[in-house]
């Protein structure tokens, strides 16, 4: 089984950039998929963003694209979310999660049956 931890949630202001990270443990994480997914306030959760074990193949949703970017240090066993261009709509609690299939991964949220606390991001002025 993999747990993840997230962080680097906070508030900032419109416009600015935070960037999330996603600790792996458990089973070897660089043969994983990995992905951001988000719920905001009384909203579903949803898919970010995604990246394959090689980091060649990632997935954003339309609404994040040209802004944020998806990352992975294996040797750290981390993934990043780098959020640019920050909007008030992009308030919301981020989760990340893993999976050994992509397009599990891509599937969106229903293929987890289990999650991290999450990390909470405000963008507000």
């Known amino acids: 089984q993999v747990h993840v931890v997230e962080s680097g949630g906070g508030l900032v202001q419109p416009g600015g950039s935070l960037r999330l990270s996603c600790a792996v443990s458990?089973?070897?994480?660089?043969?994983?998929?990995m992905g951001w997914f988000r719920q905001a306030p009384g909203k579903e959760r949803e898919l970010t963003a995604a990246?394959?074990?090689?980091?060649?193949?990632?997935y954003f949703d339309d609404s994040v694209k040209g802004r944020f970017t998806i990352s992975r240090d294996d040797a750290k066993n981390t993934m990043y979310l780098q959020m640019n261009s920050l909007k008030p709509e992009d308030t919301a609690v981020y989760y990340c999660?893993?999976?050994?299939?992509?397009?599990?991964?891509?599937?969106?949220?229903?293929?987890?049956?289990?999650w991290g606390r999450g990390t909470q991001v405000t963008v507000s002025s």
């Open positions: 999660n893993a999976d050994e299939s992509y397009r599990a991964v891509v599937a969106g949220p229903l293929s987890f049956g289990s």
């Open positions: 458990g089973r070897t994480s660089s043969a994983y998929a």
């Open positions: 990246i394959d074990w090689s980091g060649d193949e990632t």
